[in-house]
Nanobody
Framework: QVQMVESGGGLVQAGGSLRLSCAAS????????MGWFRQTPGKEREFVAN????????YYADSVKGRFTISRDGAKNTVYLQMNSLKPEDTAVYYC?????????????????WGQGTQVTVSS
């Protein structure tokens, strides 16, 4: 049974930091690219960040570039999202996802495995 569980969300003041974790179980995702997406009510799911299977390549949405860092630990089958300098507009439910594809990393439909999400709320 494949499961991906996000943690680390919560309430933080603007300018603060959070680190999200996504622990996968049921299979090894060492050959998969891993991504983070976020969604707010009334809006489509938005690409945030992606890291390829080896961890050697990362991609970020322009809105988070320079503030967020994606990383992965193959031994722990876990992907992380370090979020610094948080802004109120970063408030969303954050989802981790996995895809066997190494391209189309910004396309949510390329991802076949999803977590349930974790709420991040940034107050002003």
């Amino acid at each position: 049974q494949v499961q991906m569980v996000e943690s680390g969300g919560g309430l933080v003041q603007a300018g603060g930091s959070l680190r999200l974790s996504c622990a996968a179980s049921g299979r090894t995702f060492s050959s998969y690219a891993m991504g983070w997406f976020r969604q707010t009510p009334g809006k489509e799911r938005e690409f945030v960040a992606n890291i390829n299977w080896s961890g050697g390549s990362t991609y970020y949405a322009d809105s988070v570039k320079g503030r967020f860092t994606i990383s992965r630990d193959g031994a722990k089958n876990t992907v992380y999202l370090q979020m610094n300098s948080l802004k109120p507009e970063d408030t969303a439910v954050y989802y981790c996802a996995a895809t066997s594809r190494q391209d189309a990393v910004r396309n949510q439909y390329a991802y076949g495995y999803w977590g349930q999400g974790t709420q991040v709320t940034v107050s002003s």
